[in-house]
């Protein structure tokens, strides 16, 4: 059985920083592309950024120069690591196995101006 979670959201000011894991379990997560999305109410989720199984990375143009996503296979965790968080950035936060159906829970994150 897939199952990932997510923890490491919460409240922060902006320009602060926060780091999101996300550990997952049930599959070779070494062998696995990982992705982390976020999602404001009325609105589609979006991609924030990826990570290939070699550890390459992409990211939404919203989070080029404050985010990075990386990766420690030995854990079997993704982390995202947000900095210079803006009130716009406030969203419920998902990981996500590149490909598949397969999602966490959900963290939400909130940054006050």
């Known amino acids: 059985q897939v199952q990932l979670v997510e923890s490491g959201g919460g409240l922060a000011q902006a320009g602060g920083s926060l780091r999101l894991s996300c550990t997952v379990s049930?599959?070779?997560?070494?062998?696995?592309?990982m992705g982390w999305y976020r999602q404001v109410p009325g609105k589609e989720r979006e991609m924030v950024a990826q990570?290939?199984?070699?550890?390459?990375?992409a990211y939404a143009d919203s989070a080029k120069g404050r985010f990075t996503i990386s990766r420690v296979n030995a854990k079997n965790t993704v982390y995202l690591q947000m900095n210079r968080l803006k009130p716009e950035d406030t969203a419920v936060y998902y990981c996500?196995?590149?490909?598949?159906?397969?999602w966490g829970q959900g963290t939400q994150v909130t940054v006050s101006s």
């Open positions: 996500k196995i590149a490909f598949t159906d397969y």
């Open positions: 049930g599959t070779d997560f070494s062998r696995e592309a």
């Open positions: 990570i290939t199984a070699g550890s390459g990375a």
